[in-house]
């Protein structure tokens, strides 16, 4: 196999990189010109004190410890685990664009034109009017959409309690209705995998703040009654909101606002290539149609009235500040560079390789995929096999498993989303990973991962016993 | 694959268990139930005092597969709860019938839910 990351030969024991302050240590006199007092400080300061290829090394074995995107296919389903070109980071890494946001307007024209710009970016690629670029990831950018929601009916009178929410969906739709003060209505899944009309008309009425959807839905599938849908959420007063998780689907060749929807958040990383937040910084950026507009956070960028610059507003009815400034924007400018290097030809032309990819890998695989036709991703399943044992095997054929065991409407689901960014082989080592793990003896599957730096996890000590800091590890 | 079932208990469909008595009842979930979930890793339960509905949700288990709502199968008041719970949830694996128990309640109209199934009604539903 050609992404062939598992190398480790090892027999029981995980293989073991030592912490720094294991590799010796040296105690420093801590000069004593403090102003605080003598309780407060210290005289003498014990720290690591490795040499300077020693810390490379220890860094460099760290990464290459784990699986990554840089070393081999990662089709974690829904994720959109795409390779972040290296481009974008020079041009957040461009001394210009250093540049503190606490500025006058006047003085930092650059930047503004560019989140302008990336606004209208936004705006047209999800067919809306407005947009936001503070939210500073996918699920605060969920949070931040349906506050907009809240406002929107408060403003118009209109007391409504509930969201309604596809069991399918990601679990942030349900926690950002529940944290924006609003009661779930779980919608069950029609036989075809998407949303049953009737369900739904049985579901909405005068109570309804928000349909929450994906598009396509988290096993790939396109909801073509869209239209009727935003007609029943409409006509019960309520809003459409759009998560932009699965958006990577349809650049160039639907946009949510086209739909029907009112509300969306982008999730960068997924759609336009920039970094997994794990922890952040990230963004997640807002869009709404018109009637929304007021409602967005503040502050936003515009035209000066005389079209010779730009300038920072405040929106008339706005639901005040959900994060800093205009958002992280070191990862915004990695979006708009993305965004203008790939122009119109190449994001609608990400779309469609990441649809074909994903069909051919399907039609690879020995595993059945219960719901088609998909889009960009695909639920197979593992049948009578564990899935999460099917994936840890996975690993010992060289490649990253696809996420398991989710959506819960595919038994033992395998939700796997190469991306457009993998070519024929890398495709056919996943497949070739899929089903060698697939059809390996019980034993195997039950004892990998066996050519990984760390064994098999203690999923159950870890969430029944779970070490949440680095002082954990003194109990050892 | 057969699993426990205790004649002497009275169930619910979606495979909670209960004691029968008219001043203190257990409840739990039940030893088909435990072996469905998987490796239980967290249990939530209401504080002793609040009052509980038949048929309506008092707590939540969670094991490494799923979230699960726990429904009642009496009326009444909470008692107890079996807080060893919080710190040992896989007694609820090891012993559902036992220590793995969840609340006491004070049934306020008995046992007498019209949706209980007896040992044997359970038994054939899991079947």
Redesign the interface.
């Known amino acids: 196999m050609i992404h062939d990351q598992a190398d480790y030969a090892r027999e029981d024991e995980p293989v073991h990189e030592p912490l720094l302050s294991e590799k010796g240590e040296e105690t420093v006199d801590v000069r004593d010109d403090s102003p605080l007092p003598d309780e407060l400080t210290r005289e003498e300061l014990t720290l690591p004190a490795p040499s300077e290829p020693e810390i490379a090394r220890h860094y460099t074995r760290l990464s290459q410890m784990n699986w990554a995107i840089d070393s081999g296919p990662y089709p974690l389903g829904s994720c959109t685990m795409k390779y972040n070109p290296k481009f974008t980071e020079d041009v957040a890494a461009d001394p210009n664009a250093a540049v503190h946001p606490d500025r006058p307007d006047r003085s930092i024209q650059g930047n503004l034109e560019l989140q302008y710009r990336l606004q209208e970016f936004l705006a047209d690629v999800g067919g809306m009017d407005a947009v936001t670029l503070q939210p500073p990831a996918g699920a605060a950018g969920e949070f931040t959409g349906i506050l907009i929601a809240k406002a929107y009916h408060e403003h118009h009178g209109n007391d409504r309690s509930e969201v309604v929410i596809p069991a399918s969906a990601h679990g942030t739709n349900f926690a950002t209705a529940a944290t924006a003060g609003y009661d779930v209505v779980e919608l069950p899944s029609g036989e075809d995998g998407r949303v049953d009309l009737e369900a739904l008309e049985a579901a909405v009425g005068d109570d309804t703040a928000a349909l929450m959807l994906t598009n396509p839905n988290t096993v790939g599938l396109f909801e073509r009654d869209i239209t009727e849908i935003a007609e029943i959420v409409h006509d019960a007063g309520g809003l459409l909101y759009y998560d932009g998780a699965n958006l990577n689907a349809l650049l160039g060749r639907g946009r949510p606002g086209d739909m029907g929807f009112d509300v969306m958040h982008y999730n960068v990383h997924k759609t336009f290539a920039t970094p997994h937040g794990g922890g952040g910084p990230g963004a997640g950026p807002v869009g709404v149609t018109e009637e929304l507009a007021e409602f967005l956070p503040s502050p936003r960028v515009r035209e000066t009235e005389d079209g010779s610059g730009y300038e920072r507003f405040e929106p008339g009815g706005t639901i005040g500040q959900v994060h800093g400034f205009e958002g992280n924007w070191l990862v915004l400018i990695k979006t708009y560079a993305y965004i203008a290097r790939l122009g119109d030809e190449g994001l609608a032309d990400a779309a469609a390789k990441a649809v074909l990819n994903a069909n051919y890998l399907a039609e690879r695989i020995d595993l059945e995929v219960p719901y088609g036709p998909f889009h960009h991703e695909f639920a197979a399943t593992a049948g009578d096999r564990d899935a999460a044992d099917v994936a840890k095997r996975m690993l010992d054929f060289g490649v990253h498993p696809p996420t398991t065991?989710w959506p819960?409407m595919v038994p033992e689901a395998m939700l796997t989303e190469p991306t457009e960014i993998e070519g024929k082989s890398s495709l056919d080592d996943l497949a070739e990973a899929f089903d060698l793990a697939y059809a390996d003896v019980d034993e195997a599957l039950e004892t990998a991962p066996n050519r990984t730096a760390a064994a098999r996890i203690d999923?159950?000590g870890a969430?029944?016993n779970p070490r949440l800091s680095w002082q954990a590890l003194d109990g050892e | 694959m057969s699993f426990e079932v205790p004649d002497e208990l009275r169930y619910l469909e979606s495979h909670e268990w209960t004691t029968v008595d008219d001043e203190s009842v257990r409840v739990g979930i039940s030893d088909f139930a435990q072996d469905e979930l998987g490796?239980v890793?967290?249990v939530e339960l209401p504080d002793a005092g609040d009052e509980i509905a038949a048929g309506e949700e008092f707590g939540v288990v969670?094991s490494?597969?799923?979230v699960s709502d726990v429904y009642s199968p009496v009326s009444g008041e909470v008692l107890a709860v079996n807080e060893e719970l919080f710190d040992r949830?896989?007694l609820v694996n090891e012993d559902p019938y036992g220590d793995g128990w969840m609340i006491e309640i004070a049934p306020s109209d008995g046992v007498g839910y019209e949706e209980l199934l007896d040992a044997d009604e359970y038994d054939a539903q899991i079947a």
Do not use: G, L, T
Request: hydrophobic share 40%; aromatic share 6%.
């Open positions: 065991k819960e999923q159950v969430a029944r | 490796d890793v967290f969670e490494i597969k799923a949830p896989e």
